[in-house]
């Protein structure tokens, strides 16, 4: 952030913690510079931009503005239930089972996997999906 001359001189700071970050800042406007430089640094790491939950954005003390963003991790039990009751009902041949923070799926050949993670990506979730480990 010192680095962009647009942000040199705002005193932004960023806190980061395990699941969440605290940004406060001078403006909306260097809130939102800082939200760019978050997501070009996230789409370079290949993660997906629905990770971030921005949160109302607050006043604080001394004209400053303060936002809360959380970072996603996981699937709800209810996102869980409804990607899993999803499955079971296009794909007959397929057991699927909810695991803790994930959806586990098992079939017979790599084709069936295959045609699931593509129905799956033809669905709009507010997360980002992973498909991992399919043999």
């Known amino acids: 952030i010192k680095t962009?001359?647009?942000?040199?001189?705002?005193?932004?700071?960023?806190?980061?913690?395990?699941?969440n970050m605290v940004i406060s800042t001078n403006s909306e406007f260097?809130?939102?510079?800082i939200h760019s430089i978050l997501q070009t640094?996230?789409?370079?790491r290949n993660l997906?931009?629905?990770?971030?939950?921005?949160?109302k954005i607050e006043t604080a003390s001394g004209n400053?503005?303060?936002?809360?963003?959380?970072?996603?991790?996981?699937?709800?039990?209810?996102?869980a239930k409804q990607i899993s009751k999803?499955?079971?009902?296009?794909?007959?041949?397929?057991?699927?089972?909810?695991?803790?923070d994930s959806v586990r799926v098992a079939a017979k050949s790599k084709d069936?996997?295959?045609e699931i993670i593509q129905r799956l990506k033809q669905e709009d979730y507010p997360v980002a999906l992973q498909f991992t480990n399919y043999r």
């Open 48 to 55: 997906s931009l629905k990770i971030f939950d921005y949160g």
């Open 86 to 100: 999803l499955i079971r009902d296009e794909f007959k041949k397929v057991q699927s089972s909810i695991q803790g």
């Open 30 to 33: 260097t809130l939102d510079a």
């Open 64 to 79: 400053r503005v303060r936002q809360d963003i959380t970072l996603k991790r996981g699937l709800s039990s209810e996102l």
């Open 4 to 19: 962009r001359y647009d942000l040199k001189d705002t005193k932004t700071t960023i806190e980061l913690n395990k699941d």
């Open 41 to 44: 640094k996230a789409a370079k």
């Open 112 to 114: 069936e996997l295959q």
